[in-house]
C-alpha cells in the first residue's frame, strides 16, 4: 500500500489523490479540492495549472503542509482549512472555494480565503499531528 494521502482520507496516495494527478477525473468538486491540497504538498505544479479556470499563479515552495480540513462541501462549493509550517508559525488558511465543470472536468474557479497566524512553541505538540514536540518533528 502507498503512504497515505495527503487530504486526509483514509486511502492510500496511489489510490486516493494519486489517481487524478495521473489523469484520472475528480468526480466531485471536494475530490478536486483535496487533490488540489494532495498536489500543493507534493509540489505538484502542473497538475494545479491544469485544474485552474484561471492561469496559475505560480509554485509556492518552502511550506509543509500539515493538514486539511473539509467543512462544508456543496456541488460546486468547499469550504476548508489547510494549515502548514513556516518556521516556528503555524498558518491556516480558510477558504470558500467555488469548482466549475467544464467539459466534464471540475475546475478550481475562485476562493475567498483567510489566513490566520499563530506561533509554535518548539516544546509544543507538533501542529502536523505526529504527537511529538515541533522541536522534534518539523522544528
Known sequence: MSERCPCGLEAGYDA??????????????????????????????????????AP????????TWVGLTVHDATANEVEFTARWLEGDRELSMRERSGFEQRDGR??????????????????????CGSGKKLKACHG
Open 56 to 63: 496559475f499563479g505560480g509554485p509556492v515552495k518552502g511550506r
Open 16 to 53: 486516493c489523490c494519486g489517481r487524478y494527478h495521473r489523469g484520472a477525473l475528480a468526480p466531485t468538486a471536494e475530490a478536486l479540492m483535496r487533490s488540489r491540497y494532495s498536489a500543493f504538498v507534493r509540489e505538484q505544479w502542473e497538475y494545479l495549472a491544469a485544474t485552474m479556470v
Open 106 to 127: 471540475w475546475l478550481y474557479a475562485r476562493g475567498d480565503a483567510e489566513v490566520i497566524a499563530r506561533k509554535v512553541g518548539r516544546n509544543e505538540p507538533c501542529p
